[in-house]
C-alpha cells in the first residue's frame, strides 16, 4: 500500500499563491503517476494535474495550465502542486492521489489506487 499525507492549502486572495505537498510513503517503488485532484462542493472530484514518477513528464488540466504546477522530489518521495494567479473558482477541496496500476487514464479519478485526505484551499474577494 501507498499512504498519502497532504500538507499546506488554506486562504488566500484572488491573484495570490499556494502550494501544496503531499508526501509518500509505503510501496513508493510501485508509483506510476502521482496526480493532484479537486472537488468543489456540489461538484464531481476533477483532474488537476499528474507527474509520471520515473520521468517527470507533467500533464495539467486547462483550467490552470499556465497557473498550476506539479512537481516531484523522487528522492523524497514528495509531489508539490504550485498553484500561482488563484480565482475564486480554484476553491476546493485538493486531494494528492497514487496511481499503481495501468488502468484507466492518467486524468481518470478511477485510475488512482490510493488518496490524501485533501486540503482546502479557499480564494475569496
Known amino acids: 500500500q501507498v499512504q498519502l499525507v497532504e500538507s499546506g492549502g488554506g486562504l488566500v486572495q484572488p491573484g495570490g499563491s499556494l502550494r501544496l505537498s503531499c508526501a509518500a510513503s509505503?510501496?513508493?517503488?510501485?508509483?506510476?503517476?502521482m496526480g493532484w485532484f479537486r472537488q468543489a462542493p456540489g461538484k464531481e472530484r476533477g483532474f488537476v494535474a499528474t507527474?509520471?514518477?520515473?520521468?517527470?513528464?507533467?500533464h495539467h488540466a486547462n483550467s490552470v495550465k499556465g497557473r498550476f504546477t506539479i512537481s516531484r522530489d523522487k528522492a523524497k518521495n514528495l509531489v508539490h502542486l504550485q498553484m500561482n494567479s488563484l480565482k475564486p473558482e480554484d476553491t476546493a477541496v485538493y486531494s494528492c492521489?497514487?496511481?499503481?496500476?495501468?488502468?484507466?487514464?492518467?486524468?481518470?479519478?478511477?485510475?488512482?489506487?490510493?488518496w490524501g485526505q485533501g486540503a482546502q484551499v479557499t480564494v475569496y474577494s
Open positions: 492521489a497514487a496511481r499503481t496500476k495501468l488502468e484507466s487514464g492518467v486524468e481518470d479519478v478511477q485510475g488512482y489506487d490510493y
Open positions: 509505503g510501496r513508493t517503488g510501485s508509483l506510476l503517476n
Open positions: 507527474i509520471s514518477w520515473n520521468l517527470g513528464i507533467t
